[in-house]
């Protein structure tokens, strides 16, 4: 159960089951760098993935929860796969190509997680109903034109979290 070691180790209090592996390499007064990729596991009453889908973008009149015309339900979300590349120094945690793949929910991230002063400032795409949205990705001929590249969806949301971490 990766989500209750993580919680164990007070280093993620949302996810629950799954299996990870963490590769991380450096220095003993260095940064740590290197990669988690997880599977099967769901992140439970996650306060950020909340706030991406109710709150109203700067420039935006609506937010995605409004878009999408239903209340995207991030109380208990599944997914197949997460994966991150980690720079973990001193007093911050910097994450590159993340993703996070399930049935209901995709997203992808990068950004500093949090810095020495606690903030935050992240970026990403986020994609509703990614089980049906990744379907345009996978068509053949058209599933590069439709599937958003890396992120392979059809409909994305970007967004960005900056602030107090």
């Known amino acids: 159960d990766a989500g209750a070691i993580l919680r164990f180790l007070n280093i993620y209090e949302h996810m629950e089951g799954g299996a990870i592996t963490l590769s991380l390499a450096g220095d003993a007064d260095g940064p740590m760098k290197g990669q988690v990729d997880a599977s099967n596991f769901y992140v439970v009453n996650e306060p950020k993935l909340a706030s991406i889908v109710s709150t109203r973008p700067a420039g935006d009149t ?93 409909i994305g949301v970007t967004y960005r979290l900056r602030g107090n971490a």
Request: glycine share 16%; proline share 4%.
């Open 62 to 154: 609506r937010s995605l929860n409004q878009a999408v015309k239903a209340n995207i339900d991030t109380s208990r979300v599944q997914f197949e796969r997460g994966y991150a590349e980690i720079d973990k120094g001193s007093g911050y945690l910097r994450l590159a190509n993340g993703l996070l793949r399930g049935p209901r929910i995709g997203t992808t991230f990068q950004g500093t997680l949090y810095d020495q002063d606690n903030n935050m400032d992240m970026t990403g795409t986020f994609m509703p109903v990614y089980g049906l949205n990744r379907i345009f990705g996978e068509l053949p001929l058209f599933g590069p034109l439709l599937g958003n590249g890396r992120d392979r969806g059809l």
